[in-house]
């Protein structure tokens, strides 16, 4: 069948005379332009598509269109001719003329289907700028132009009969004016020194002041940031917190303050890291590229590859869409899927466009300020002392009470948890963690262990001849390595994180056994994330490792519900036991953002017996959850 239409089709255009097909291209151009649009593939108003032969003679809710040799009869050129149709602009007698030709010949299709016409590259606002003179206006109108724009202005004006609204007085045109150049009002003693100032450039030094202003940048850069997109948080269910996302707002606000050469700013946001500098450049003209970046990202993990080719093409969506609206007031996105339906733009280009970007990703990058270094020897210092009153606030920490049936102690903190106890010798420390307030993997910056005295120090240091292991490590990410848990760097970019959803084991050992009374840990001491917290755990303490006791808990941390929570009685269990029993009972109040807590959690197993006393062993018991998501964040 699509061989013989295929042949019809070729037998037509070798057959037809030339000025058959001149006709029809005549009433082809017609349809585009004023038909298809309402009556196409697409629209079908009154259920007419005259956008191929075939739909053309069927025709809609009134019947055929057309009846081809014979317009007289056609529905079609009886609507165009009794100006009908098109409801809003009727078709010029020309037209008319070419549809009632086109009917006659037989209401053959040169081409099909067809649809309304899109902007070429000659379309208005496609084409270069170019100069233009100011229209011509009366004395009385041109007594009135200050600037070129005001001749344009007045002209129209003119054109709808409507004069100028008078000029503000003084007190009204510095308000208005620092409003739009300050976002501010003006203070009285400026309105008064304004009022009063007989200088007849008194207005242009007003708008030099507030343009100088640095509330300028900021009120306008708002207006851009807007257009880009910028949010300080990632978007989507999690909507993590930037911390590292003001240096591209400051950067816009300096760029309007310092009145940067539009040329100039485009290329900086594009590719800043990658132009010669130019006198004035700093480290927040690198932040520019903030700009590629500043949408929505999905940071919640996918493990089906397809789920993460998605989240990578949404992601340089994001860019594309952000480009092309800004610079160039298009929509190329448009053109993800198909060539634009109105623009001149392929999805060729869509696709060229997105090689482009195919190297960004989202991210933070470390960029010095000048005097980076001086920063740091000076944050050195502060560091030292604030670590020696670190150390004499931990001795006033409560004691850690494992066997506590009531919270004695504060909740968990991202930044940073002391769990304090007596004295006790001990060559290595780990800590089990059953649960996290997110359910994703716990994640640490540092464990340290402190020896007991008058000066205690870090025996778990890597520097001092310290170890670290762990039950997993995640994989695929540099920053979270087990090697992290004991390096002495703190922070989420010098972290560990388990490779098991909601539990994970650390431990860390020294050569020799000392005398311990503490151990520090956090999930980021910088305080930029607040994620993956271990909220229900056991710390235990060792000389050697078939001999482990408990020193802390999180049984006796306070958590979010003003009582303190139902926990079972006090009877001989093992601790690990009654801490993920803790976690199940806690249900709806701890974690906040947990579901789906498990009564598989009461089991026992994995605990083993040493020296009399029941303790927990590496395969700990744990709070189990029901079946998770695929989708899982991943770590920053």
Request: aromatic residues 6%.
């Amino acid at each position: 069948m699509r061989t013989w239409i295929a042949a019809a089709g070729v037998l037509w255009a070798t057959s037809a005379s030339a000025e058959d097909v001149a006709t029809a291209a005549r009433a082809e151009a017609v349809l585009a332009n004023s038909c298809v649009r309402c009556h196409g593939a697409d629209a079908k108003k009154g259920g007419l598509d005259l956008s191929t032969r075939a739909s053309t003679l069927e025709g809609g809710d009134s019947g055929p269109a057309v009846e081809p040799g014979k317009p007289e009869e056609s529905l079609l050129v009886e609507k165009v001719e009794g100006g009908e149709m098109p409801p809003k602009t009727p078709l010029k007698p020309d037209e008319v003329e070419a549809l009632r030709a086109w009917v006659a010949s037989g209401a053959a299709y040169s081409h099909e289907p067809i649809a309304p016409p899109r902007a070429g590259a000659d379309w208005w606002s496609l084409r270069p700028i170019a100069s233009v003179s100011p229209p011509t206006l009366d004395p009385e109108a041109e007594a009135q132009v200050r600037t070129p724009v005001d001749s344009f202005v007045l002209a129209k004006l003119g054109e709808a009969g409507l004069t100028p609204a008078p000029e503000a007085d003084r007190a009204a045109l510095i308000r208005r004016v620092s409003f739009d150049l300050a976002g501010l009002p003006p203070t009285p003693e400026e309105v008064a020194a304004f009022v009063a100032d007989p200088d007849p450039l008194a207005y242009e030094k007003l708008v030099d002041r507030l343009l100088a202003s640095p509330r300028y940048g900021e009120r306008w850069g708002r207006h851009w940031l807007d257009v880009v997109r910028f949010g300080e948080s990632e978007g989507y269910e999690t909507n993590m917190p930037r911390p590292a996302a003001w240096p591209y707002r400051d950067y816009v606000i300096r760029s309007f303050n310092r009145d940067t050469p539009f040329p100039r700013f485009v290329a900086e946001q594009l590719a800043a890291d990658a132009l010669p500098p130019e006198p004035g450049d700093d480290w927040l003209t690198q932040a520019a590229t903030g700009f590629l970046v500043g949408g929505t990202h999905d940071i919640v993990g996918n493990l089906a590859i397809e789920g993460m080719k998605q989240q990578r093409a949404d992601d340089l969506d994001d860019i594309i869409t952000a480009t092309s609206t800004a610079f160039l007031g298009l929509t190329v996105n448009c053109a993800r899927c198909h060539d634009h339906k109105f623009d001149p733009i392929s999805q060729k280009d869509y696709y060229g466009l997105q090689a482009v970007f195919a190297g960004v990703n989202h991210g933070s990058r470390q960029v010095e300020a000048a005097d980076v270094e001086e920063r740091r020897s000076r944050a050195a210092v502060v560091r030292e002392e604030m670590s020696k009153v670190d150390l004499e606030l931990d001795g006033l920490e409560p004691l850690a009470r494992p066997d506590a049936d009531a919270p004695t102690r504060p909740m968990v903190d991202p930044r940073r948890n002391v769990e304090r106890f007596a004295a006790v010798k001990a060559r290595m420390v780990r800590m089990t963690i059953l649960a996290t307030g997110d359910s994703n993997e716990p994640c640490l910056d540092e464990l340290e262990v402190y020896s007991a005295g008058p000066s205690p120090r870090n025996v778990a240091l890597a520097t001092a001849g310290g170890t670290a292991s762990a039950s997993s490590e995640y994989p695929g990410a540099a920053i979270h390595k087990i090697a992290h848990l004991n390096d002495g760097r703190l922070g989420n970019g010098r972290s560990w994180i388990s490779h098991s959803p909601g539990r994970g084991v650390a431990t860390v050992a020294w050569p020799e056994a000392v005398a311990i009374d503490r151990v520090v840990w956090g999930r980021d001491r910088e305080g930029a994330y607040r994620d993956r917290l271990p909220v229900h755990y056991v710390i235990e303490a060792a000389e050697t490792p078939d001999a482990w006791r408990v020193v802390a808990t999180s049984l006796d941390r306070a958590t979010p519900s003003r009582e303190p929570p139902k926990r079972p009685p006090r009877p001989s269990r093992p601790t690990t036991r009654r801490v993920a029993t803790s976690c199940a009972a806690d249900g709806p109040n701890w974690p906040p953002s947990s579901v789906g807590w498990a009564t598989r959690s009461r089991s026992t197993r994995g605990c083993s017996a040493s020296r009399g006393r029941r303790t927990c062993s590496a395969a700990a018991t744990r709070c189990s959850r029901g079946p998770r998501s695929r989708r899982r964040r991943s770590p920053p």
